[in-house]
């Protein structure tokens, strides 16, 4: 395994602190959804708040810290287990505020690549008024060490149909682990999906209409890395551009669904009623060609 002092390896850590965010976390909902709510952009939310709040109990306050490393308790391996949240930089508001965020906090670039997938392991527990730690004092008290590096996919059950988004690399892994909890909720229902071209911005509308494993049949066709295109011949074209140009750039969501005995001919219907929409065939991916 590598340690924990080794991976975060800083030019100055006198001045850095490490948040432990327990498994309670800001508004009733536990730190790790609050972590994966979060986006690199956002400077007032669940995960925000909970990082930047000031108390009166000085071990646990930033005051003295010029920079903040954030992890959220990863429940379902155990309480010793952590999810890297970023690291941030910190100012102090000023007046302080007591018992409100009395805290900035800049996400800084560096590791920015492993927030929300690197799981680090505890040796032990640590106890609920002590979440707050020097950093140069993690080693001795925690004794941290990386224990994976995870696909974001893996991190988290099916979010739902309506916040379904997958990157290539999502879905060859969603694939290749036959993940049980994506394949029964994409094999139940038909529906209509959109591909995104992250490095153009056009746009492909699809749909899964067949009466066997409905989205998953279709899209475990386009996860397979010796085809890729799953036959579309649009698709096929782009091969030209790399042999991972579509793992690189593509992008997956879910535009409707529909129970497995709805007829073909709707689906289609509906197929096409999203394709005008976004004119996909106009100034996207989708033409005549396409299968």
Known sequence: MISFMDFFRLDNFSDVKVKFNMSEGHNGKRAWDNLLENSEESVDDGWIRMNAYRTLQPNNNLDKAKHLLTFAQYD?????FYIFGGLYKVEKIIPEKKYDIGYTL????AFKEYRKRLIIKLEKPIGRNLYSRWFNNVK???????????????????????????????????????????????????????????????????????????????????????????????????????????????????????????QKEYIIEREEYWKKVFKSVEFGMNNNAST
């Not at 800049?106 to 670039?109: H, P, T, V």
Request: net charge neutral; aromatic share 14%; charged share 20%.
């Open 76 to 80: 379902p391996f155990g309480p010793q």
């Open 140 to 262: 001795t008290q925690l004794n941290p060490e990386i224990y994976s590096l995870t696909p974001s996919t893996a991190l988290k059950n099916f979010p739902g149909y309506n916040k379904v988004y997958l990157t290539h690399h999502d879905l060859q892994v969603i694939y290749r682990n036959e993940s049980p909890e994506w394949e029964q909720a994409l094999s139940c229902v038909k529906g209509v999906y959109c591909i995104t071209d992250k490095s153009t911005g056009q746009l492909y509308i699809g749909s899964a209409y067949g009466e066997n494993e409905g989205i998953w049949q279709r899209w475990s066709a386009y996860a397979n890395i010796n085809s890729l295109t799953g036959g579309n011949k649009t698709f096929e074209k782009m091969k030209k551009n790399g042999a991972n140009y579509i793992i690189d750039n593509f992008t997956y969501t879910i535009l409707e669904i529909f129970d497995m005995r709805t």
């Open 106 to 109: 800049k996400l800084e670039n």
